[in-house]
């Protein structure tokens, strides 16, 4: 939430300043899509943990982590332990948590959401069709958006675009010559 009220107020202060609008639109690009799992739900362009009500763990997106109880101390790992190996990531139901360490309030979150404990109606990543997306690498489409983004990039456009400059310099260097 932070982010985003950072981003309000710098944007207002570049638009009060008579910035153009194109600066203002790069400051809120602020996205870490393409580092959210696969099974992480729609709908959410900045995500910092996930609570895992089934299991009543986090996992924390920008390390690739996961954080659960084991007794006596919050610990993670970069797998869940086995006695999680029933949990299917892509079935679960995940609540987006952008605070830091969310475990600290963690009998908040427990009781907030303990009803969406077998829920299996959130619409994942992986079976999204928008392709904002398709940059996720584990996307089922992620090759082909690779494919577009090099297309659009430059293989046509940029490769004439500098042997067109080419031609005009070499031109250019022979009527100097005569």
Do not use: C
């Not at 659960?68 to 101390?73: A, E, K, P």
């Not at 892509?90 to 404990?117: L, T």
Request: glycine share 6%.
């Amino acid at each position: 939430m932070r982010k985003i009220y950072l981003t309000l107020l710098l944007t207002g202060i570049l638009f009060a300043l008579g910035a153009p609008l194109k600066a203002q639109a790069s400051l809120s690009l602020n996205f870490n899509i393409g580092s959210q799992p696969a099974w992480g739900p729609v709908g959410y362009d900045e995500v910092q943990y996930y609570y895992l009500p089934d299991i009543d763990s986090y996992y924390y997106v920008p390390q690739h982590r996961f954080y659960f109880y084991n007794g006596r101390n919050w610990i993670y790992s970069s797998s869940l332990p086995p006695r999680y190996a029933h949990y299917n990531l892509y079935n679960g139901y995940k609540v987006v948590v952008n605070e830091r360490e969310p475990w600290r309030n963690h009998n908040s979150y427990k009781a907030k959401y303990s009803s969406f404990k077998g829920r299996h109606d959130q619409k994942m990543i992986r079976d999204s069709r928008d392709s904002k997306y398709f940059e996720n690498r584990n996307h089922p489409e992620h090759n082909n958006w690779i494919k577009q983004q090099k297309h659009d990039n430059g293989n046509d456009k940029g490769q004439n675009r500098s042997n067109k400059d080419d031609n005009k310099k070499k031109s250019e260097h022979r009527k100097h010559k005569k």
